[in-house]
């Protein structure tokens, strides 16, 4: 026979109010420890399961379960694992705070769980659009973006500082005498199946260069994130139409995938790299350190980033063992660091 809500009052002699709002954590509701200890303790014991509203039924347990929702497919992930490192060190938190994660399955009516039981947060990892999101918050109100900030009045989010790390690049290019410095990226994120946002390095990069008189439009390489080749076709032809003297010293990359892109292209038309032209990428993964040259490149602290975002989901989630210990959003701003290794080095004017 099903547990409810009057199985419970029957045995603990308390009312069905107030054994509503304190198994729902109600912030207004005021009881005493012991009153709160013998509610949960009974509804576990009994394994009472939540209403029937919206959201997953769930058995009364101590462990917190956090969804995961994903932007990109696996396959898409093997091309950009920017995304992939994200999941894991939020997995790899998960496991070491003793919390369950479960991974929402992707449609087109958005996400769902694959799991019977409830969850107590979700966090996003990349860019979503409308419909997705409502999705998620049938599942849960709890949701944590990790990589985008799409709702700051509703749900928490951490994002990393694209100005700063910018910033950071072409202040060191600027250093080494770099000032023909290009970009290679695309003009948005996000297609039909997200939310569409203007890719913030690329716009960075612009008013950056453009406040210091520098910035040339055919010094831009419209170009996708995940496509090697398609960037070392559109770079070679770019470079193959310039004369020597108005061609870039120096490229930013809005990742690693397009750093790599763009060295094969160097590679092809006798460039040498950082000897002729200087490269600066984004996301600092193990591919940076990998690549021949090694790629300067500008960290995110993915770790960090995975691991703050974990603990906001924590801080807001209802469980029968932990109150919420907030009621309102943050936005947390990771500032990022350039970590210089051999795809750059000083300007040498060629004679």
Known sequence: MAVTLKTLAEHTGFSLATISRVLNNDPSMTVSEETRRIIFDTAKKLGYAGGSGRRTQRIVTDTMTIGIAEMLSPAEQMADPYFMYLKNFVEQTC???????????ADSDGYHALSASGIDGIIAI??????QIASMQMLSNNITFLDSSPDELRHDSVVLNFELGMKQALDY?????HSRIGFIGPKRLGDETKRIVREPR???????????GLFRPDLVIEAPMRD???VENEFSMRLRAMERDSAPTAIVTVNEECAIGAIHALRKLQVQVPTDMSIVSFNDTVMSSVVEPPLTSVSPHL???AATAVHLVMQRASTPAH?????????????PA??????????????
Request: glycine share 4%.
């Open 95 to 105: 496991y070491e705070q003793k919390m369950q994660t479960v991974m929402l399955r």
């Open 126 to 131: 990349g860019y979503f659009s409308d419909v």
């Open 173 to 177: 290019l600027r250093e080494l005498g």
């Open 202 to 212: 690329r716009r960075y990069y612009e008013h950056y260069m453009r406040e210091r």
């Open 228 to 230: 090697q080749m398609i």
């Open 303 to 305: 770790d960090f980033m």
């Open 323 to 335: 109150r919420p210990e907030r009621r309102y959003p943050q936005k947390i701003v990771i500032p």
């Open 338 to 351: 350039l970590v210089r290794r051999s795809s750059t080095a000083p300007y040498i004017e060629k004679e």
